[in-house]
């Protein structure tokens, strides 16, 4: 079977995740799309370059909405990053610039006739997820954001520096928006074999402080560099390998819950047919009051993108 990914938007985090693609071989068939003819074809031609030196081959197309129509997963990674370089590190910054062209894009992917899996990176990514399901009328467990698939990362990188141990140690979540209303349901994580909230007292871990680690990570990243692409590309791809295989894997994504009436991000069984199952956490009352503040938040964004 021919696996075939599109990529909508080739800046920072289009491209990183197009090169984590072609370098490990995880498509057949890779569809780039940019604004920019210039930049996108640059960046073919690159890709190109580099396949002599890999041990597996892509086939490259180049700004084709139609070549989308057979497509197993899209990735939107449109956005404009300069608009989040703003005093309050907010990524609701991107919304005015980034609503008009998910509209757009999502009418192009609507009229190639793609009826495969969308994943979306473009911020503010909880609010954007809904417009691309709107326009492009796919079911909604077929339009899935990566949420807090990158703040959970984050979170258990900060949690494992603490201990000293591999990030990959580290089982929990975080939870609601991917921005400044998300937080670590510390009452879902688990390392060194016991709930954190025990290793924490033997350990003398600061929790509130590890949260806001795993909270301000994207601003220290995007503060020094003016973008952040390599943490949010890898979720991404890891999101579109999981649709693809079929692995039905448990991840934190943007994904709409009926009981909050928006997309927010909590954990689903992810495979061949998006978002297969959605599970059901035992919160703690405190957690459940942030989920439900961060599904407001999300709310009354998405209302205020669509009058």
């Known amino acids: 079977m021919t696996r075939k990914i599109g990529i909508i938007g080739m800046g920072n985090v ?9 370098a490990s071989g995880f498509a057949d ?42 497509a197993d997963v899209i990735i939107s990674a449109v956005g404009n990053i300069k608009l989040q370089d703003n005093p309050n590190d907010d990524r609701f910054a991107e919304l005015p610039f980034t609503s008009e062209a998910a509209k757009k894009v999502g009418a192009q992917i609507k009229a190639s006739g793609f009826h495969g899996k969308l994943v979306v990176i473009t911020n503010p990514v ?7 399901q709107e326009v492009t009328g796919l079911p909604k467990n077929h339009v899935i954001g990566t949420g807090t698939l990158l703040d959970s990362a984050r979170m258990k990188r900060a949690v494992a520096a603490e201990l000293n141990i591999d990030s990959r140690s580290v089982v929990g979540y975080n939870l609601g928006e991917h921005g400044n209303s998300q ?10 074999g016991k709930p954190i909230t025990e290793i924490a007292k033997e350990k003398h871990l600061d929790l509130d402080e590890l949260d806001h680690q795993a909270k301000v990570g994207g601003y220290t990243v995007f503060h020094a560099k003016k973008y952040t692409n390599y943490g949010v590309s890898t979720a991404a791809v890891h999101l579109a390998n999981t649709i693809l295989s079929g692995a039905e894997t448990e991840l934190p994504v943007s994904n709409y819950r009926e009981e909050y009436g928006t997309y927010l991000s909590y954990p689903a069984i992810v495979g061949r047919d998006g978002v297969q199952e959605q599970l059901q956490l035992n919160l703690t009352e405190n957690e459940l009051k942030k989920l439900q503040i961060s599904a407001d938040y999300i709310k009354t964004k998405f209302a205020e993108s669509t009058k």
């Open 126 to 132: 909880d609010v954007i997820t809904s417009i691309y």
């Open 29 to 70: 068939d890779l569809v780039l799309i940019d604004l920019r003819e210039d930049k996108v074809k640059a960046d073919a031609l690159d890709f190109e370059d580099a396949m002599p030196n890999l041990p597996v081959h892509t086939n490259i197309v180049v700004n084709d909405y139609s070549a989308l129509a057979d």
């Open 14 to 22: 289009g491209a990183a995740a197009a090169h984590y693609i072609v």
């Open 183 to 192: 937080f670590t349901a510390w009452s879902t994580v688990r390392v060194l």
